[in-house]
């Protein structure tokens, strides 16, 4: 009988190491599979500016530090082709700015009604909407910026705003004649409604993390919903607020087709919001498919250009997501 114990006591021990080295292998396995995958994005995106660096260095030598500098984009030039970024990468920044100064306002505030005054009934017709808005492709968004709203802005809207600044130094230049339907107010216009799903949901989100009993006990104190939301709300998700946004205007700066539709196309810069004008992406979606040579290998030196400029973006977009998440911590 002793015998026969000590032989089970040892097969369930051995049992027991089994069963813990295949833990084990699993486990090995598993991390190897996520490490891998994690590497996999850092490899994607390598080789993604290597290849971009490769395809746009006959043009960073033929221009050098006057690409940035040059407003002319004139291919077929003689003797030589003049090209420079200045008027895409200002006409990017004006429009995503725009979209930004209308979009972030009515994102937070439709956020704010659907969280906290919105009646029940009403507050998955206007999620669906604009979850809607979300789906919807770029290009219709551009066709219908060119047929509908463009004349509308140009005939309706923009002429009353250069009346009322027609006065005021400097926003008379900003807000000035001539006004077309291609233009980069319009732009931006469209780039606004085209993000505002992405301000609204993350903020939808953010504003719900937020726990009842910190609103209970302002409202018990006599607060109204703008001091509660001024005072508790946004100050408690501001992290996922500036996060939100940052993702947003990641994505106005690197839309393409719907801008390309109502932006004008012109590689200019002018003060006038109200004027035509270029975006990087634009510019590579309206000549890449015929460029060769030189003028490939610039607008190959402009996609990385987008490229750096989105990822600043996003990354000092996680830098202060940290530094809040440490204040917040501290």
Known sequence: MVVNSSVARAAQTEDRTRT???????????????FGASVLVLLVMGGIILSLII????AMVAFGVGFFETTRWAVHAKPHPVMGVLAPLYGTMVTSVIAMLIAVPVGLGIAVFLTELCPLWLRRPISTAIELLAGIP?????????????????????PSIVAVFSHIPLLNVVFAEPISNQNLFNAG?????????????????????????????????GCTTWEVMRNVVIPYTRVGLIGG????????????MAVTFIVGNESKVTGSIFSA????????????????????????????????????????ARYMLARGERKLGA
């Open 20 to 34: 813990l080295n295949d833990f084990k292998s699993a486990d090995a396995l598993f991390h190897s599979l996520t």
């Open 55 to 58: 395809a746009a260095w006959p």
């Open 138 to 158: 770029s290009i219709i968004y551009g066709m219908w910026g060119m047929f509908y709203l463009a004349p509308f802005l140009a005939t309706s809207v923009e």
């Open 189 to 221: 216009f469209v780039l606004a409604i085209m993000i505002l799903p992405f301000i609204t949901a993350v903020s939808c989100d953010v504003f719900a993390t937020v726990p009842p009993v910190l609103k209970e006990a302002a409202y018990g104190i």
């Open 245 to 256: 946004v940052m993702l947003a205007l990641g994505r106005a700066l690197g839309e393409t």
């Open 277 to 316: 004008g270029v975006t990087i992406s634009s510019l590579i979606a309206n000549e890449f498919a015929e460029s060769d040579g030189l003028h490939q290998s610039a607008l190959l030196y402009s996609g990385l250009i987008l490229f750096v400029l989105v990822f600043f973006v996003l990354t000092a």
